[in-house]
């Protein structure tokens, strides 16, 4: 079973920022928190990931709280183009190739 | 650089039938692992291989068999297919480096069984 709960859907409007939040109060010390997406029919797309940090990329900021039992995943500018279902998973480095999907959460980006 | 490739793209196939499928990992990287999503559910791991040996494997029947090559790529077998094979079936490739790494998928093969 996945580690990791998340609200089934959320939406916000082109050009705000979406912020999506992950519980995971059963994570493990070695545990990373990784972030997919997956859009309508593709293969998932790997976002960011972290330990205990703050991690920012050129597609998302995480946010890690400091007990490590939950997580915010910021797009800064939501498109169109981020209407997706977004996984939150937990993995230790070396089970990362096996990732453990719950159902995510639906972000739909309005005009 | 190419990334995952998945072959072929969609499948019919009837009950009872057998089925590979084919992946072919990024270019450097050692480990591949299947997943197979039913619709309206997240992806469910199915196995990995890493440097052609099977290090996981998920709860699926010994009807699901997968192998690895010498260039890497990998196939996935299920045999005496059932109607609720049908699914999207993944692939991700990985290169692992004892560092925490990224799994990059493929687009996927669409199974119908009929």
């Known amino acids: 079973d996945a580690k990791t709960t998340q609200p089934p859907s959320m939406d916000c409007a082109e050009g705000r920022a979406a912020n999506l939040p992950c519980n995971h109060s059963?994570?493990?010390?070695?545990?990373?928190v990784y972030w997919y997406r997956q859009i309508h029919s593709q293969g998932p797309q790997y976002i960011i990931h972290?330990?205990?940090n703050n991690e920012t990329n050129e597609m998302a900021s995480l946010i890690i709280t400091e007990d490590r039992k939950s997580s915010t995943l910021i797009l800064p500018h939501a498109t169109l183009r981020d209407t997706a279902v977004y996984y939150c998973?937990?993995?230790?480095?070396?089970?990362?190739?096996?990732?453990?999907f719950g159902s995510g959460t639906r972000l739909l980006v309005r005009p | 650089d190419a990334g995952v490739t998945q072959s072929p793209t969609h499948l019919i196939k009837t009950r009872g039938q057998q089925v590979t499928l084919r992946c072919s990992p990024i270019?450097?990287?050692?480990?591949v692992s299947w997943y197979q999503q039913v619709l309206g559910q997240g992806p469910q791991f199915i196995f990995q291989?890493?440097?052609?040996?099977?290090?996981g494997r998920g709860n699926f029947p010994d009807r699901f068999s997968a192998r690895q090559f010498p260039n890497y790529s990998s196939e996935l077998n299920v045999n005496a297919l059932l109607l609720g094979d049908s699914a999207l079936y993944l692939c991700?490739?990985?290169?692992?480096?004892?560092?925490?790494?990224?799994?990059?998928f493929g687009q996927g093969t669409r199974l119908t069984v009929v």
């Open positions: 291989y890493y440097e052609k040996e099977e290090r």
């Open positions: 059963t994570i493990s010390g070695n545990e990373y």
């Open positions: 991700a490739s990985s290169y692992l480096t004892g560092v925490s790494t990224e799994a990059f």
């Open positions: 972290g330990l205990k």
């Open positions: 998973i937990v993995s230790r480095m070396d089970s990362s190739y096996k990732l453990i």
């Open positions: 270019s450097g990287h050692k480990s």
